[in-house]
């Protein structure tokens, strides 16, 4: 959560309303401004805060006035304890939330891996989306986000290699593969080639690009191999390419070593 709000903005977004004072009635002190802070947030944010200081100080001030509660008991509010776990249940059940189970965690990297990884690759959007995710179908996030967001990001990985390789074919993914064969020093010529830009316009450099536009063709890639792809994936996966050498790709994984090899070729 941001930590810089207008007092506009406090008032609009952590004023406590009729149903929240209901909830807060027999609570005092600490707990009182506590519970308080943690309802807003969740409000706002659709998830409980990992720390205490997630909660902007600007808040704090504002939502310790209306309770009649001095800010500084807030610090004396521990969210590991055993009535700050009770309060999340509260929170949960007022607002129609329930807890994330193991179920929901592998449905989850499912979507996240099917629906998002293929066109957003910041783990940091990813992480965003999966909370609005888990806002609108109202569960409370699971506590393990990062293992999710890693998990979805490899499945995508995975099923995007595979795909690749299913397009291209035995004949096809064995000629990529030689490329970077230990001791082709043509495919390492041409890997090389591949990854120098074509540097101003003439006669040579010309020249230069149709005989790499012409090595590339012998290659036999299929029509439309990444036609369905993102080009902020295909991007991604050819910047990690230009970045290897045939060393580099000789120790990488079969699958992704030809789908890197695909998507260098492809866009060359």
């Not at 941001?2 to 707990?31: H, I, Y």
């Not at 230009?242 to 998507?263: C, G, N």
Request: glycine residues 6%; charged residues 30%; aromatic residues 8%.
């Amino acid at each position: 959560m941001r930590q810089e709000w207008s007092p506009e903005e406090v008032v609009e977004c952590w004023t406590l309303v009729d149903g929240d004072w209901a909830l807060v009635v027999n609570k005092a002190g600490a707990t009182r401004l506590g519970f308080c802070l943690m309802l807003k947030f969740f409000e706002l944010e659709g998830r409980f805060p990992e720390f205490v200081e997630e909660i902007p100080q600007p808040a704090v001030d504002y939502v310790a006035e209306l309770v009649k509660v001095p800010a500084v008991e807030f610090a004396k509010y521990d969210l590991a304890s055993w009535a700050v776990k009770h309060h999340r249940k509260q929170i949960r059940e007022a607002l129609g939330f329930r807890p994330s189970t193991r179920a929901d965690e592998e449905r989850l990297i499912v979507w996240l891996a099917d629906e998002v990884c293929p066109v957003e690759l910041v783990e940091e959007r990813l992480r965003e989306a999966l909370l609005v995710q888990c806002r609108e179908e109202r569960i409370e996030p699971p506590g393990r986000i990062d293992r999710i967001v890693n998990a979805a990001q490899t499945r995508a990985e995975k099923a995007f290699c595979t795909r690749t390789i299913g397009r291209l074919g035995e004949v096809c993914a064995g000629r990529l593969l030689a490329l970077a064969g230990e001791g082709n020093e043509t495919g390492a010529a041409l890997l090389a080639a591949l990854k120098r830009d074509p540097g101003a316009v003439g006669l040579d450099s010309l020249l230069a690009e149709i005989n790499k536009l012409n090595d590339v063709r012998k290659l036999g890639l299929p029509e439309g191999l990444f036609a369905d792809c993102s080009e902020k994936l295909l991007a991604a996966w050819r910047a990690r390419a230009i970045k290897m050498y045939p060393s580099d790709f000789r120790e990488t994984a079969e699958d992704a070593r030809i789908t890197l090899l695909a998507a260098l070729c492809a866009s060359r």
